[in-house]
Antibody, heavy 119, light 107 residues
Framework: QITLKESGPTLVKPTQTLTLTCSFSGFSLTTRGLGVGWLRQPPGKALEWLAVIFWDDDRYDNPYLESRVTITKDTSKNQVVLTMTNMDPVDTGTYFC???????????WGQGIEVTVSS | DIHMIQSPSSVSASVGDTVTITCRAG??????LVWYQQKPGKAPKLLISGASNLQSGVPSRFRGSGSGTHFTLTISSLQPEDFAVYYCQEANNFPYSFGQGTIVEIK
């Protein structure tokens, strides 16, 4: 079965860089059409895609984040890594990674990791 | 990106009621629309993909419809476990925008 799990720090200081790792199993990111993405959800607010990376190494990051986000994959380790620079308290929230099917939906998600940005 | 507008932002309903949530896209997205249910402290659960395709294991009281710019999620015969937040999401154009969510709460 497909599983994903986020790991990384739960507390970062303003201006620091956040690095989160999504470790997954049950599929390969070399399979045509598949992708893995990162999303976040500020407390009490809606979800937002941050970045996605696909089987062919095509990748997108949210333009509203002004190039603060980078997504990479390590297919040998079944991991996708998100880095987000210049963290600010408004970046506080729950960060999820999710499997993206070739049809565009995400049926499999990690449990999420709560990240707080505070000095 | 494509702006997604959900309405209502919240709805109060009783067990057994029928609830309809609307999602409008800023431009046509064909049927590239998914619906999620989210409960507190949990990851979203995929309910419907392709605007109207019910995911395996999702009760048939959930129904999605629409295409282009206008979509609806209808929950018939509301059950206690259906009280949650529902999101629509455009699924073809990154950043795959979400609607702002609809809270379905107990009256």
């Amino acid at each position: 079965q497909i599983t994903l799990k986020e790991s990384g720090p739960t507390l970062v200081k303003p201006t620091q860089t956040l690095t989160l790792t999504c470790s997954f199993s049950g599929f390969s990111l070399t399979t045509r059409g598949l992708g893995v993405g990162w999303l976040r959800q500020p407390p009490g607010k809606a979800l937002e895609w941050l970045a996605v990376i696909f089987w062919d190494d095509d990748r997108y990051d949210n333009p509203y984040l002004e190039s603060r986000v980078t997504i990479t994959k390590d297919t040998s380790k079944n991991q996708v890594v998100l880095t987000m620079t210049n963290m600010d308290p408004v970046d506080t929230g729950t960060y999820f990674c999710a499997h993206r099917d070739s049809g565009g939906w995400s049926a499999f998600w990690g449990q999420g990791i709560e990240v707080t940005v505070s000095s | 990106d494509i702006h997604m507008i959900q309405s209502p932002s919240s709805v109060s309903a009783s067990v057994g009621d029928t609830v309809t949530i609307t999602c409008r896209a800023g431009r046509s997205i064909s049927t590239w629309l998914v619906w999620y249910q989210q409960k507190p402290g949990k990851a979203p659960k995929l309910l419907i993909s392709g605007a109207s395709n019910l995911q395996s294991g999702v009760p048939s009281r959930f129904r999605g419809s629409g295409s282009g710019t206008h979509f609806t999620l209808t929950i018939s015969s509301l059950q206690p476990e259906d009280f949650a937040v529902y999101y629509c999401q455009e699924a073809n154009n990154f950043p795959y925008s979400f609607g702002q969510g609809t809270i379905v709460e107990i009256k």
